[in-house]
Structure formats: C-alpha cells, structure tokens
C-alpha cells in the first residue's frame, strides 16, 4: 500500500547533538513534502516544504530536510539540537493531485539539558 | 488573515450515543476540509476530506461520517458511538486543488466510555 514511513518512532538526544529523522515514501510521480512539529499542548505548525526546485529545503528553528528523489525520501536534519526542540515530528506527503496529505506514523523527540 | 476553529475541545459522551464534531473556517473560500485523527504511535490518519459543499471523499470504513453543509463548514459525525473512536480528532484546512500546506484547528478530544 502506499504510504509514508518514519523510522524512528522515539529518539532521545542530549543539547547540541546532531539530528537526523527519516521519511520515505512510496508514490510516484510528482509529490509535495512536508515536515510538521507539535510541540508538547500545541497543535500542529509546519516546520518546512518541498514543492520544486533546490531539494534541499531550509525551514523554521534551524531545521532543514534533503529531497532525494531516487530514494523516495525527505530526512530532516538539524545540526544541533536544543532542549526546546522536544516536540513530535511528523512527515507528510501529498501525492499527485494536491488534494490530501498522507502522514507518518511520526517521531518523539526527547532532548535532554 | 485565515483562521479555523473547531469544537468542542473536549467531549465525554458515553458508549451508543450520537456525535458532532463542527469546525469552520473563516477569511478563505472554497477551501479543501479534512478530519484527521491522531493516536499515539500511529500518526495522524486521514477520515475524510472534501473539495466542495456535499462533496465527500472518505479514506477509512469506520462507524463515522462527514459533511459539508456550507462551504466553510466541515462535520464530522456518529450515530452510535463505539470505544474504538476514542481519539484527538483534527480538522484542517487547505486551499484548492494546487500544492500547499495544511492549517490544523486546535483539535477536539473525545473519550467515549
């Protein structure tokens, strides 16, 4: 079936350890990338998108995501982490069509002081 | 600027008992709707979305259903609710049929007993 996948369902990190979360997909044809956090009693804000051009996509608080088409898969990086950084990450999808967007099963981050 | 409300925030209703869930949206027009709900451990599932008033695209049989009675308005409803649909269900909004992100509500939490 297609769908989105997450690795990694808990990570736990100290302050200043690099991050990296993995999402592949496994539709074809054009897609729209997303990475959206949730942040510990808030609701969902997006993080950054890909649609066209650069595949490597900067977004809000550092972070940033890498489009490799080959590999069907959007991993979104930060450098180093902070403690406010404890949230949960999620991917998302939106196949050809531009019409819905398929979720991951999403990622906890823990970030330790 | 766009907003989206949806309530309520919280609901307790017991086992057999209907449901409505309401959210509208307020600065756009013609928007795409979309129930989600989310579950620890298995992401944000995707219920039903809708393009237009009556237009209905359900992704999961289950014991819900939706409607658009105005263009800004999205329910979701049961009529016999069951333990199973115990959940954080979100409403979220997009522009039309083109590449975009999701706005997500502040979500409803309902515990069926």
């Known amino acids: 079936a297609q769908s989105v996948s997450q690795h990694n369902h808990h990570v736990i990190l100290s302050e200043a350890a690099s991050l990296e979360l993995g999402c592949n997909y496994s539709?074809?044809?054009?897609?729209?990338l997303f990475w959206y956090v949730q942040y510990p009693g808030q609701h969902l804000q997006l993080l950054l998108k890909y649609f066209s051009g650069d595949p490597l996509v900067k977004g809000i608080k550092g972070f940033e995501a890498e489009f490799i088409k080959s590999k069907f898969s959007f991993n979104l990086r930060k450098p180093s982490v902070q403690w406010s950084d404890t949230a949960e990450y999620f991917c998302?999808?939106?196949?050809?069509?531009?019409?819905?967007?398929?979720f991951g099963t999403g990622t906890r981050l823990l970030v330790s002081p | 600027s766009q907003t989206i409300h949806q309530w309520p925030a919280t609901l307790v209703q017991p086992v057999g008992s209907p449901l409505s869930l309401e959210c509208t949206v307020e600065?756009?027009?013609?928007?795409?709707l979309y129930w989600y709900r989310q579950a620890a451990g298995r992401g944000l599932q995707l219920l039903f979305y809708s393009v237009g008033i009556g237009q209905i695209s359900s992704e999961v049989p289950q014991n819900l259903s939706a409607s658009r009675p105005q263009d800004r308005q999205f329910i979701l409803s049961s009529k016999k609710l069951l333990l199973s649909d115990s959940g954080f269900y979100l409403c979220?909004?997009?522009?039309?049929?083109?590449?975009?992100?999701?706005?997500f509500g502040e979500g409803s939490r309902l515990t069926v007993l």
């Open positions: 998302a999808v939106t196949p050809t069509g531009f019409q819905k967007l398929v």
């Open positions: 600065g756009t027009s013609n928007p795409n």
């Open positions: 539709y074809g044809g054009t897609v729209n």
């Open positions: 979220a909004w997009k522009l039309g049929n083109q590449a975009g992100e999701l706005f």
